[in-house]
């Protein structure tokens, strides 16, 4: 008697029944695994292509922003430019008045002579009173330029400033 023998049919076909099982469950782990990572797939597809959206919208966004500030700090810049062209009509309008009030003290010493001196010495009193106001006036003029430069500045920096 064989070894073989011993052991009834049925317990063959039990065993064979459960390797048959033991391979279909393999295959149905295999398929699920291979769904799951075709579903991870496309996951990180979504996610690289959300990550592509929200990068191209933030360019923008900065592209947009820089813009802005590029065009704020090209109307400032023309607006001082346009301010120094002011500031530098009104400088010239203020030597033009010096000269005219340098002009009008010396005409008004020359007919209002200090009584008892003469002309050449009420000549030197209209120049030495020119020479004061120019004096003086120069001094304002320095200051003014000064102040007004930097006013300016102030401005053009506030209006090109990012927002």
Request: some cysteine.
């Amino acid at each position: 008697m064989k070894l073989l023998d011993l052991v009834p049919g049925w317990v063959y076909a039990a065993v064979i029944a459960l390797l048959f099982v033991g391979v279909l469950g393999q295959r149905v782990q295999v398929s699920n695994a291979k769904a799951n990572v075709a579903r991870s797939a496309k996951d990180l597809a979504d996610y690289k292509l959300s990550i592509s959206e929200t990068t191209r919208i933030l360019q923008a966004a900065t592209d947009r922003k820089a813009a802005e500030n590029t065009a704020r700090q090209l109307e400032a810049t023309n607006a001082a430019r346009t301010r120094e062209a002011a500031l530098r009509d009104d400088a010239a309008g203020a030597r033009s008045e010096l000269d005219r009030l340098r002009n009008a003290v010396r005409v008004a010493a020359s007919r209002n002579s200090v009584p008892g001196t003469t002309p050449s010495a009420s000549d030197q009193y209209a120049a030495t009173e020119g020479q004061l106001l120019a004096q003086c006036a120069a001094e304002y003029q320095q200051l003014g330029e000064a102040a007004d430069g930097h006013a300016s500045d102030v401005q053009t920096l506030t209006e090109s400033w990012p927002r």
